[in-house]
């Protein structure tokens, strides 16, 4: 994944693209709706462990905010809720069910390219921080244990300006693991609405 990212920008750069509807200097505000995979495969089926449902896909959330320093290139953060997921588990025969929550916040550069007057491609490489937050609940006792790890953020997608202040975009985001193979999976797709000031 990192590879292909970096193809993207270094095609975008050796191009020297001019988009149609980025203006120079322009700072931009949005939101999105997010949809990952979590699994909650405990991966001790012979120890006589056995989950409900292992693998869903959540929907959540992002809000985001950046600066277009000229058509091609931007800087961008912002922060995405996973939504909570949750399993029912049986274990040796006694039922119990545990529950994740997961965010991340990223900042990264955005290299642009259009394709259409009203379409543009893009890239996004940077870093993202991951919080994921597991709880258990089994014979009546709870427990509770958070995760956090730093990785590598990467995203490839398409906007759509509708005119010169929103635009909407669609992207496969790579945020990175979380501190536990549990729960969320590493990306998403999001569905984004931007404006610009």
């Known amino acids: 994944m990192k590879k ?20 120079d200097g322009v ?15 405990t991966g001790f ?11 869903k896909t959540e929907w959540g959330g992002k809000v985001f905010a950046g600066y277009q320093i000229n058509p091609m290139w931007a800087v961008e953060g912002g922060y995405t ?11 040796a025969g006694v039922r119990g069910s545990a529950e994740t929550k997961s965010e991340s916040f990223y900042v990264a550069g955005k290299a642009s390219y259009p394709v259409a007057e009203k ?14 937050e597991v709880s258990g609940n089994i014979l009546g006792l709870t427990g509770k244990d958070e995760f956090s790890k730093n990785s590598v953020y990467a995203a490839v997608g398409a906007d759509y300006a509708i005119n010169e202040k929103v635009s909407m975009s669609l992207e496969y985001e790579h945020y990175g693991k979380t501190g536990i193979d549990y729960g969320r999976r590493k990306g998403g797709v999001s569905l984004n609405a931007r404006y610009n000031f």
């Open 4 to 23: 292909t990212i970096l193809a993207v920008l270094a095609s975008v750069s050796a191009l020297g693209a001019v988009s149609a509807h980025a203006a």
């Open 27 to 41: 700072p931009y505000m949005g939101v999105g709706v997010i949809a990952s995979e979590h699994r909650y495969d």
């Open 45 to 55: 089926p012979t120890a006589g462990v056995t989950v409900s449902d292992d693998k």
């Open 81 to 91: 809720s996973f939504g909570k997921g949750d399993a029912d588990y049986t274990v």
């Open 119 to 132: 379409v543009n491609v893009f890239g996004k490489l940077g870093v993202a921080h991951n919080r994921n």
